[in-house]
């Protein structure tokens, strides 16, 4: 089993690596505010997301924003996903229309992280109750799942080999961490 562990483990590490490599960071896109928006809006409305992930982190002026779905000109949150405004220690702000939002230029794999990093750091209230389980698990999925994820669709079937192997990587050590087997 020994073996085994230290063979995923340098395949994760590999691929890690490729996949950072061969994405490349992600493409700074930047649009306008279509409307003004007040320091507790949740719903950002702008002329166009093309450019930007479907989850992450945007700028406008100083303020960074977390966001987790997108339409073509909207960003948003959900009950489990919220939006949060005035993550990464800036504060929520008003702005005006026409101001710019951006992305955070990063390698993809951080992007995908940095929502769930920022929900488990800054949500609090009741809301919280939903959002940091679901963001955590998710966290843990997209170092998972996301190291194969640049090598498209035609290979779909490795990273779903790569997934089996993550869950029994996952339950091998709960096992042996909770006093089961010795490996």
């Known amino acids: 089993m020994g073996k085994l562990f230290m063979f995923a483990a340098f395949i994760f590490i590999v691929l890690s690596i490729a996949s950072n490599i061969m994405s490349g960071s992600t493409d700074l896109a930047r649009t306008p505010l279509t409307a003004a928006i007040s320091d507790a809006d949740t719903t950002i409305t702008v002329a166009s997301t093309t450019g930007f992930p479907g989850v992450g982190i945007l700028v406008i002026d100083e303020e960074r924003i977390a966001y987790s779905s997108t339409t073509a000109t ?4 959900s009950i489990s996903q ?3 405004r005035g993550t990464q220690s800036t504060e929520a702000a008003a702005h005006s229309t026409g101001a710019k939002v951006s992305t955070v230029t990063g390698y993809l794999l951080n992007t995908a992280a940095e929502y769930h990093l920022a929900v488990l750091s800054d949500s609090a209230g009741l809301q919280a109750f939903i959002a ?3 963001a955590f698990f998710q966290l843990l999925g997209s170092y998972v799942f996301m190291p ?3 090598l498209g669709t035609d290979l779909e079937i490795l990273t779903l080999l790569w997934g089996v192997v993550g869950i029994g990587m996952t339950v091998a ?3 042996s961490l909770a006093g089961g087997r010795r490996v």
């Not at 909207?74 to 949150?77: C, D, M, P, R, Y």
């Open 82 to 84: 919220p939006m949060l």
């Open 148 to 150: 194969m994820a640049f």
């Open 74 to 77: 909207e960003f948003k949150g």
């Open 132 to 134: 940091k389980p679901t």
């Open 173 to 175: 050590l709960l096992l």
